[in-house]
């Protein structure tokens, strides 16, 4: 769901991707599972984050890699 929802958005449009939404696209979940809407949104979030990150300090990551 949430690959679906970023695919061809630039990374800041995909940012605005929100717990509701995924909800909404699949209809709801069982109330025990509502949570794992929100895990997958800050998943994305993260990720999408990470991306920024490394497209303005690429050379930052290279370090880190090189250090562990």
């Known amino acids: 769901m949430a690959t679906?929802?970023?695919k061809g958005k630039r990374v800041r449009e995909?940012?605005?991707f929100?717990?509701?939404d995924?909800?909404?696209e699949l209809g709801g979940l069982p109330a025990g599972f509502v949570h794992?809407?929100?895990l997958t949104v800050n998943t994305l979030k993260v990720?999408?984050?990470d991306c920024l990150?490394?497209?303005r300090e690429p050379w930052r990551k290279a370090c880190?890699?090189?250090s562990n």
Do not use: G, I, N, P
């Open 14 to 16: 995909a940012l605005t």
């Open 22 to 24: 995924v909800l909404a």
């Open 36 to 38: 794992c809407a929100a």
């Open 47 to 49: 990720a999408l984050k």
């Open 64 to 66: 880190e890699r090189s």
């Open 4 to 6: 679906k929802f970023a």
């Open 18 to 20: 929100m717990q509701y």
């Open 53 to 55: 990150d490394f497209a």
